[in-house]
């Protein structure tokens, strides 16, 4: 990997040297003699130097590239098969040659050996840009302002509003500028950093709530703006809206009532519109904490015990006045406990060591809280996992892959298999004789995917998940998620069960986590019963996506 590094960065000081010599490099391992070339220039038809070419194939040898100052490359050595090829730049979006939508995936071309592709080439639209100032009530400028591109994304199997791109600062006129931006819909937040040292209250009554534009504290009442490649949306100026701030105060002790000195109190807001998270807070050696300056809002109060490995939490509603009495009382961790075993193999070979295996009990999202907790697993396969009490689904994988990779299968308690329900954690409590299954016996479905005009298409995806709503958990075992490679084909390994499936374009990474979203799209999906056993076979026609 050095070496081919040092062969790029050594061709590119070659290209500046010679204006007209093309940037090369050579794939790991290449024994080829074929050619890909090219030219990529921005929107209004000026080269573009030091653009990475990246080349695939479906094989480790693939090729990356520089292009030269007046935008050439060629990609040498390679050997003969189907490729795609992409272009990246900073501040521009990146491209695949062939593509049909911004960002979408390119088509692809087949070489033979000493074969020359000399029309591999690029025209780089620039990232979007939303530019414009904030001022506060009085139309004074605010400086230092972190403003923020935000987009709803989904994350574990819920839609929220998350940061999205590069922020920015405002400068001493109050004026920002978010660039960079892929094509989407953007809102634009602000907020005002404050940095109260750790340990220090303050007795101002008066804060800035973040603010979304046009001026509000709510994503509902914001504004979305689209943003295409190469726009620049200037003037989204807007006011911080001034609030009228809390304090809030309690105690921290552990579970004999002892007060905890020493300790830290989090405080999360419990939305990610909510803006930053607040500084900690010190808690005093009395066992008391004050937490000042809280806009109105609803948030988590974590406090940890630095003499063990203890917490405590507290949900508090803002809605102006002060708040005292809170009680945070730090409790030990709960455990599962239990076993790592595996069915008969399918195909002869061994299951891989138990400790080769990633497991973890993972819960719903929660901002600034752990959403999974890593398992301990010996040699024996017995494991143990420390974690916070709540309902929780246990998910396992192994480290490596392979064609017929092993897989979860089942998680049994109490002779059940809660794979999909999920455990309940009480606080303290240990949970035993949790057996976590697993299996590489799963089949292989597979298919091409058809336009209206009966074409096949790339450009989507294949989702196929569970016919029973009961299955629709976080990190399911009875999903499957792909796109069609480079021979036109979906594929996929699945446990034996009912199923939906579809194919869809233009579908946001992540809405098959969501159920209104699965709801909407069985609708469009066709069933299918998998069966263990050999592969099966089902073409798919492009369906609709659905809004929501």
């Not at 709510?218 to 190469?230: C, E, V, Y």
Request: glycine fraction near 10%.
């Amino acid at each position: 990997m050095l070496r081919a590094l040092a062969v790029v960065v050594a061709v590119a000081c070659s290209s500046s040297a010679g204006a007209q010599a093309p940037a090369r490099d050579t794939p790991v391992n290449a024994t080829g003699t074929a050619h890909i070339r090219g030219r990529v220039t921005d929107a209004a038809g000026r080269p573009l130097g030091y653009v990475e070419i990246r080349a695939g194939n479906g094989t480790p040898n693939t090729a990356n590239g520089l292009t030269d100052r007046g935008g050439r490359f060629d990609l040498a050595n390679l050997p003969a098969g189907t490729y795609t090829v992409s272009a990246v730049k900073p501040t521009y979006v990146r491209s695949a040659w062939g593509e049909e939508r911004p960002e979408g995936p390119g088509r692809r071309f087949t070489l033979a050996d000493g074969e020359t592709r000399s029309d591999i080439n690029f025209r780089l639209a620039r990232g979007g840009v939303i530019a414009g100032k904030i001022v506060d009530e009085y139309g004074d400028p605010i400086v230092d302002l972190l403003v923020a591109p935000m987009r709803y994304q989904f994350v574990q199997g819920t839609r929220r509003l998350m940061p999205s791109g590069q922020p920015a600062q405002t400068n001493d006129i109050g004026e920002y500028r978010l660039y960079g931006l892929t094509p989407g819909q953007y809102y634009v937040s602000a907020t005002l950093r404050t940095f109260t040292p750790i340990g220090t209250t303050t007795n101002e009554r008066v804060a800035y709530a973040p603010t979304f534009y046009p001026g509000a504290t709510s994503a509902a009442d914001a504004q979305r703006l689209t943003i295409a490649p190469g726009q620049t949306m200037a003037s989204i100026n807007f006011a911080l809206l001034p609030v009228q701030t809390a304090r809030v105060s309690g105690t921290v002790s552990d579970t004999d009532g002892k007060p905890i000195a020493g300790g830290i109190v989090m405080v999360t807001p419990k939305s990610p519109e909510a803006g930053v998270v607040p500084m900690p807070t010190q808690v005093r050696a009395d066992g008391q904490f004050t937490v000042s300056a809280l806009a109105p809002g609803e948030y988590t109060l974590r406090a940890n015990n630095p003499m063990a490995r203890e917490t405590g939490t507290a949900d508090v509603t803002v809605t102006g006045s002060d708040i005292s009495g809170v009680q945070l009382v730090t409790v030990k961790p709960s455990s599962l406990r239990g076993r790592v075993v595996f069915t008969p193999s399918a195909t002869g070979a061994d299951p891989p060591k138990p400790t080769a295996v990633d497991l973890g009990a993972v819960r719903g999202w929660a901002l600034g809280q752990p959403v999974r907790s890593q398992a301990q697993i010996k040699d024996d396969g017995t494991f143990e996992i420390s974690l916070e009490a709540g309902r929780v689904q246990l998910r396992a994988a192994p480290t490596g892959g392979g064609s017929t990779p092993w897989r979860l299968n089942r998680v049994i308690y109490d002779g059940v298999d809660v794979g999909d329900r999920g455990l309940d954690v009480p606080a303290t409590a240990t949970i035993e004789n949790v057996v976590v299954e697993m299996t590489n016996r799963s089949t292989e479905l597979s298919g091409r995917v058809t336009g209206a005009d009966g074409a096949d298409v790339r450009d989507c995806w294949v989702i196929v998940f569970a016919q029973d709503p009961e299955r629709w958990t976080v990190q399911t075992r009875y999903l499957g998620i792909t796109q069609p490679r480079n021979d036109d084909r979906y594929r996929m390994q699945l446990l034996p069960g009912e199923y939906y499936a579809v194919a869809m374009s233009g579908v946001q990474a992540g809405a098959w986590t969501d159920r209104d979203f699965l709801s909407l799209a069985r609708e469009r999906a066709t069933k299918i019963s998998i069966a263990a056993g050999g592969p099966q076979t089902l073409d798919l026609p492009l369906a609709p996506t659905p809004v929501f």
